[in-house]
Structure formats: C-alpha cells, structure tokens
C-alpha cells in the first residue's frame, strides 16, 4: 500500500482516480492545484505524486519543478488530457525533463496507471 497525493483541478477525475486507487489499497489525499499539492505534501509527504499539466492557478509543469526542488527524492507521475494530442505529448515530454518520473495522457486504462504506481515504487 502506497500513499498517494492526486493534484488536479477536475474534481470527477480526482474523486475517479481517488476510488480506483484505494480499491487497489493505496492511501489517497488530494489536491485542488499545484500550490495547494505542495502545501499537502510539505505537512505529509506522500510516496508517489500524480499531477495534472493543466490547471489553474499553479499549473503542473511549475509544480513538479518545484516539488523536485524541495523534495529530489519525490516520485512524480505526470498525466494530462489537456489541449491537441500533439500538444499533450509535447507537455508530457516537457515533464519528463523538468523531474516527473513517469507520464501519461488522459484517459488511460486503470492498469496502466497501476502498472506505472508499481514501477516507481519497486
């Protein structure tokens, strides 16, 4: 069991992943956007964080930076559904060299967030 902290600012999709998650028995907190994700994570560090690219206020990309910053060890799964799929994959790429370990576009299949959760935590 893993602890886990979602950042993204669509509440369905956080409240999805959320159940998918701890029916897989992980521990899930969330967060609303990047500024209130490295808030959570300062008071409770998480083993794995899964971010948006795309949100409001604190958007993903400055997220990782910063929660890679603050924390090198953190583990980051990068994920968007956000603007063209050319685009998307532009982003996601751009996450990988600003510090997420792993990247995925929306939607994805449940075992491929699983699959993604156990490659970094192993």
Do not use: W
């Not at 795309?54 to 583990?75: C, H, N, R, V, Y």
């Not at 751009?94 to 993604?116: M, N």
Request: glycine content about 8%; overall charge negative.
């Amino acid at each position: 069991m893993a602890r886990i902290l979602i950042v993204d600012d669509e509440e369905l999709f956080r409240k999805m992943l959320r159940q998918m998650l701890e029916l897989a028995g992980h521990k899930v907190t969330e967060a609303a956007d990047g500024a209130e994700g490295i808030e959570a994570y300062r008071k409770a560090p998480t083993d794995l964080v899964i971010t948006d690219i795309f949100m409001p206020d604190k958007e993903g990309i400055s997220t990782i930076q910063d929660l890679k910053q603050e924390f090198p060890d953190a583990k980051v799964i990068a994920v968007t559904g956000g603007g063209n799929k050319r685009c998307g994959y532009e982003y996601l790429k751009f996450a990988e060299t600003v510090g997420a370990d792993k990247t995925l576009s929306k939607p994805f299949e449940r075992q491929e967030i699983l699959d993604a959760i156990q490659e970094l935590l192993a």
